[in-house]
Each structure stands twice: as C-alpha cells, then as structure tokens.
C-alpha cells in the first residue's frame, strides 16, 4: 500500500500543477478550502479539520495560502495561523514529514550578490506576504524540533513559462515543481531543511546543494523561453532577491499585489 501524503491548497496554482503531475509513489489526499472534483473541503485554520485530514497520512504538503499582499488579519490567519495549525495537525496525528511552500520575498530584500546564494540567508521580507512566508520558515523549524521533518521551499517564480528578465533566473517550471515535491516527500532530511525552488537555469544564481541533497534534479531551463521574454522588463531592485517593488506600492504593504 503506497503512502498517503495530504496536500492542502489543491485547487490553487501550485496545487493544480502538483495535481497535474503527482508525486510517484505516493496516493494523494487532496484538499482545499472548498470541495471540488476530487478535492475534500478542509480550512487549513480549522484545527480539528486538519487533525481529521492528516489522520492516517505519512507526510503533508501544504501548499495553502494568500500568495499576494493583502490585509494584513488575513495574511496573518491564512499563512501564519494556517501554517501552525497544518503542523499542530500533523504532530498531533503522528505524520513524519512535512513540506512547507515558502517564498523567496522571506528573504526579499537581501541582496543577490555574485555566485550562487546559499539557502540560509537570515529572513529579510520584502513585504507583508514575506513577512508571513519568514514567519513560515520558523514555525517549520520549531516543529521540526519538536520531532517533525520539515522541508520549506523557498520558491521561486513558479509558472507556466517566465515572463520577465528576472524570472530567467528564478524560474520553477510546473515540471520541475512536481520534481521537486517527490524530492522534499523522498530525500534525506534530518530536523528542518531549507531548499531554493528553482529550475536548472542557465541564468540561475541560487545555489542547488541543498535540494541536490534531497535529490532534487530538475531538467527545465527558463532559457529556452528567453527569445519571448522583453529585455525592458529588467531594472533597479533586480540587485535584490526579491526583485523590484511596484512603485505605486512599495510603501503600502497591505494593498494587493502579486508575488512570484
């Protein structure tokens, strides 16, 4: 009987690009706040749902969550509350691993430097959603002392092709994402590990050691993409590993914008 891994969020785009390509040896549980096709209803705030929906599960991907800026009580309930509930669930229930989708803006504001950037720069947000993505990696590693594996991924650009400049070097292909999954659910993890999510680009400049350690071998590479994306998309900020603020609304972290 294969294991069952409880992936939360299914119905958004990291859920239904992991939907598109599940992990191999693994019989998903899929989850999102409302019921679809195929998808239980379970609020990832909810802690007696969670419980019930880690029940019998060996590991969990929890990929739920506001992936914008937005007001702050509900980044604040959905990332940080949510996330602590997924893990209080899973360590109540016995699960061995879980895999956490964290962001690249929970260390936004540092700078990229030369060479390839380690996994464990100090949480430096970019905004309030990375705030809430820093908040992420810590609860991670409080749980993971407490007994739990915990693997936090700091992604990327996750999308169907980049469509920027700075995305042909934090591009995640949605092939690679799911690579990257089974590596997090599979590999060698001792306490809390932290992993760029990242394809194999030729413009990248984050390092790949950790999730080579999980296994992690990803195949995409954003520059086959490069000849559709506009130069005039890269400018100041791009020094930062977050990436520019818009202009409009860099000094207002509660209004809404998308990340990636």
């Known amino acids: 009987m294969t294991p069952i891994v409880l992936v939360t969020g299914a119905a958004g785009r990291l859920g239904t690009y992991l939907h598109d390509r599940p992990p191999p040896g693994w019989t ?74 964290g962001s690249n803006h929970a260390v936004g504001f540092s ?3 030369s060479g390839d950037l380690v996994e464990d720069p100090a949480p430096r947000p970019d905004s309030a959603y990375g705030f809430t993505k820093a908040a992420v990696e810590a609860l991670g590693r409080w749980y993971a002392d407490r007994g739990l594996e915990v693997v936090t991924l700091r992604i990327g650009s996750c999308r169907d092709r980049p469509n920027s400049t700075r995305m042909l070097g934090t591009w995640l292909s949605p092939a690679d994402f799911s690579r990257l999954i089974g590596a997090a659910l599979d590999g060698p993890v001792d306490g809390a590990a932290l992993v760029w999510g990242v394809s194999a680009n030729t413009r990248r400049w984050w390092s790949p050691d950790a999730g080579a350690r999980l296994g992690y071998r990803p195949r995409d590479d954003a520059e086959s993409h490069a000849a559709s994306v506009d130069p005039g998309t890269a400018g100041p900020g791009d020094d930062r590993v977050g990436g520019r603020l818009p202009p409009a609304q860099a000094s207002q972290p509660g209004r809404t914008r998308p990340v990636s």
């Open 111 to 113: 700078p990229r430097g």
């Open 28 to 101: 998903p549980r899929w989850t999102d706040l409302a019921a679809a096709e195929g998808i239980a209803a379970a609020d990832v705030t909810d802690l007696e749902a969670m419980t019930g929906a880690c029940r019998g599960a060996t590991a969990v991907v929890h990929l739920a969550g506001i992936p914008t800026d937005a007001d702050w009580p509900d980044l604040l309930h959905v990332n940080v509350t949510g996330t602590r509930t997924v893990l209080e669930a899973a360590h109540r229930q016995g699960v061995r691993r879980v895999v956490l989708a």
